[in-house]
């Protein structure tokens, strides 16, 4: 069995949500983020990422080892 490294990146919500459209404010609850600062560790995979980049004007995203 290999072991598969799998990689976990850190988003972090660091503009409001306030005028953002409702599937962007639906994207960032589905991840988790509520308000400004909050964060979250998710796995990289396609779909996560889909969701980061449907808000990655709103989020700070860092790899993590």
């Known amino acids: 069995m290999a072991d ?3 990689k976990v990146v850190r988003v972090e919500l660091v503009r409001s949500l306030i005028r953002s459209k409702p599937n962007q404010r639906g994207t960032a609850k589905a ?3 509520g308000k400004i600062g909050s ?3 998710k796995e990289a995979t396609p ?4 969701m980061i980049n449907t808000i990655a ?4 995203v860092e790899e993590i080892d």
């Open 31 to 33: 991840l988790g983020l």
């Open 57 to 60: 004007h709103l989020v700070k």
């Open 39 to 41: 964060s979250v560790e």
């Open 47 to 50: 779909v996560v990422l889909g």
């Open 4 to 6: 598969k490294k799998v």
